[in-house]
């Protein structure tokens, strides 16, 4: 197999095929990408910073240093343990895919950073050998359906034009994105309570936290995992960090064991797959304002207390007079607007009524004037960038809007959670979601003073720092510390020796407070080596420091499953078979057979079994 890419996810990818699944893989990569970290340009550094990076460019290590040296492009793979051959190439030609083997290959992954150079060498791969199973990254959703079909359909060709050898079967193309694969497990761990939703083609998965009670799951359908328990600020660390790990899909007789312990439990699987959340997800996307934005919140209480007024001037009308309600209703409204008889010959009360109605009415045009402005305001800056209204709170604070960022911001928005956005390039690709979406943006450097504050930090329910820069992220959180000692943060960190010591040293200075970092390329990467494999991973859920993974699987092939029930093919610790892929009610009794096809979750080594 063979693994192309620009950054940490290509050495991911790698290290996954290599180390899980037991494929052998040659890398390819630039010259020297792991040694020099790109400095940032356009404000000055802190001392702080200086030494943050200088710590991650140790933790990094000298993998992959071949150019300074004069090496030539192949390097040995002692250098990059991952991998069992390294080829470095500034650029991806056919000549160093021809190189790396990619006519003889049973695979490609193309997971560079930029979309276009993915494109290319897809193009130039499927030509090369038609019979390869390409995955590629790429960001733009729409044009991956179209590069999908536009592959998949070269490979068809070429199997009409070897007289239909099997090469249609085998050739396969899919399109992933690292940001679309980790945004729902970063939103839901940025919020407590949030559950984690899997979408496929008929079928809902609904997961959610919750303590066990002493009979299992509860009204849950399955544990798929049981967290840690020793501490209660948020146990998990690094990957691998600490002596106690969370235990993936514990059987029967420990789930009973484990009464009162945090666990992940399925909650609901049905087969209206993605009705209202999609429906929620186009209201969320929608450039038109809703009512309750156009005025402020001020105004509707001055109108809602105007309307009390004219309500209680009718029903006080109606007791003095004796009228009819809906007479007494109607008078009132006159004399509101001042198109009334005057009460000359009324009795006392009445005129007394009619004077108070004018002054109500004199207050009431002001009223619809603020109103009018307000409205024509809103609608005018309905494209401009929003700013923090006073007095939010409960949010959560949004730090970096690139890829990431972005689809980290539409999965909060479409669970209905305020966000604050702040972002420091006024370029950034996120700034035309966030103002679609109408969500308040922050444009500044946040190792700024000042910058946390204007977001309302010292009010907001938790900081998701997702920028692609380590020491920005640890820097902005540390601040936000000082300012809120029991915030809840999450961290995108690459390297995880770096990510072990900032985790200790974080849960030692704050024992209260809840930290949670997370890897993309270890999010990401179990779904990429899954499709380079054949299989089709339909989402990954953190479960702490540790991956699940829920894919769909054909029954036949496979003895674990075949011709057994969906109880018996359950193994803890591996795989759990949780419905026939469409259908919601998959009774456990059930027996698999040909032509089933099943969503299971598994571990990463579960997942390598089931081939």
């Known amino acids: ?73 192949g390097a040995t793979a002692g250098q990059h343990p991952e991998a069992d051959g390294v080829l470095e190439a500034a650029e991806l030609t056919e000549a160093v895919l021809a190189e790396a083997g990619v006519a003889r290959a049973a695979a490609l992954a193309l997971v560079y950073d930029d979309d276009e150079t993915n494109i290319r060498a897809a193009l130039t791969a499927r030509r090369l050998n038609p019979r390869l199973r390409l995955v590629l990254r790429l960001y733009n959703r729409r044009l ?60 809902l998965l609904r997961a959610v936290e919750r303590p066990l009670s002493g009979d299992g799951p509860g009204t849950g359908l399955h544990t798929l995992a049981l967290l840690s328990g020793g501490d209660p600020a948020g146990t998990e660390g690094p990957y691998g960090a600490g002596e106690q790990q969370p235990r993936l899909l514990p059987d029967d007789e420990e789930v009973r064991q484990a009464a009162g312990r945090q666990a992940v439990v399925l909650e609901h699987v049905s087969a209206t797959a993605g009705g209202e959340s999609a429906a929620s997800a186009r209201r969320a996307m929608t450039g038109v304002p809703p009512l309750g934005s156009l005025f402020s919140r001020r105004l509707r209480w001055s109108l809602a207390v105007l309307a009390g007024c004219v309500v209680g001037l009718a029903v006080a009308l109606w007791v003095v007079t004796g009228i009819h309600p809906l007479r007494a209703f109607y008078i009132t409204l006159l004399d509101l607007f001042a198109i009334d008889d005057p009460a ?58 690139g890829k990431i960022g972005t689809r980290v911001l539409t999965r909060l928005r479409e669970l209905n959670i305020p966000v604050v956005c702040v972002e420091s390039d006024p370029e950034a690709r ?53 300012v809120r000692p029991d915030l809840r943060v999450v961290l995108r960190l690459y390297d995880d020796d770096f990510a072990t010591a900032v985790y200790r040293t974080l849960r030692t200075a704050y024992p209260r407070a809840l930290t949670r970092s997370r890897s993309v390329t270890h999010l990401a990467a179990p779904a990429f080596a899954g499709a380079m494999l054949g299989r089709q991973v339909l989402g990954a859920v953190a479960v702490e420091r540790r991956v699940l993974l829920f894919a769909a699987v054909d029954v036949d092939g496979h003895p674990q499953l075949e011709g057994r029930t969906v109880r018996e093919a359950f193994r803890a610790g591996s795989w759990r078979v949780l419905a026939l892929l469409g259908r919601a009610d998959t009774s456990a009794s059930h027996v698999l057979g040909k032509g089933d096809r099943v969503v299971v979750a598994a571990t990463r080594r579960g997942l390598a079994e089931l081939r």
């Open 430 to 482: 996120g700034l035309a979601t966030a103002r679609r979406l109408r969500v308040p943006v922050v444009l500044g450097d946040v190792t700024q003073e000042g910058v946390l504050e204007a977001a309302q930090i010292q009010r907001a329910q938790a900081l998701l720092a997702v920028t692609s820069s380590d020491t920005t992220n640890l820097e902005a959180v540390l601040y936000a510390r000082t």
């Open 1 to 73: 197999m063979v693994v192309c890419g620009d950054d940490g996810l290509a050495h991911r990818l790698a290290a996954e095929l290599r180390g899980v699944y037991g494929e052998q893989v040659t890398l390819v990569v630039p010259p020297n990408e792991r040694t020099v970290r790109p400095p940032v340009v356009g404000r000055a550094r802190s001392a702080s910073a200086a030494l943050f990076d200088r710590v991650v460019s140790a933790a990094v290590g000298t993998v992959g240093r071949s150019g300074a040296g004069g090496q030539p492009a």
């Open 344 to 401: 000359l010959r009324e009795p006392l009360g009445r005129q007394l009524l009619q004077l108070l109605s004018a002054l109500v009415g004199l207050l009431l045009l002001p009223l619809l004037l603020a109103a009018a402005l307000e409205a024509f305001g809103t609608f005018r800056t309905a494209s401009a960038l929003r700013k923090p209204p006073r007095g939010l709170s409960g949010h959560v604070v949004l730090l970096g809007l």
């Open 144 to 203: 991956g359906q179209h590069i999908e079909e536009l592959l998949d359909q070269a490979a068809a060709l070429a199997a009409g034009d070897d007289g239909g050898t099997g090469t249609a079967t085998e050739a396969s193309t899919t399109v992933l994105s690292d940001a679309d694969t980790a945004a729902p497990a970063l939103a839901a761990t940025a919020v407590a309570g949030t559950s984690r939703v899997v979408q496929t083609e008929g079928l």
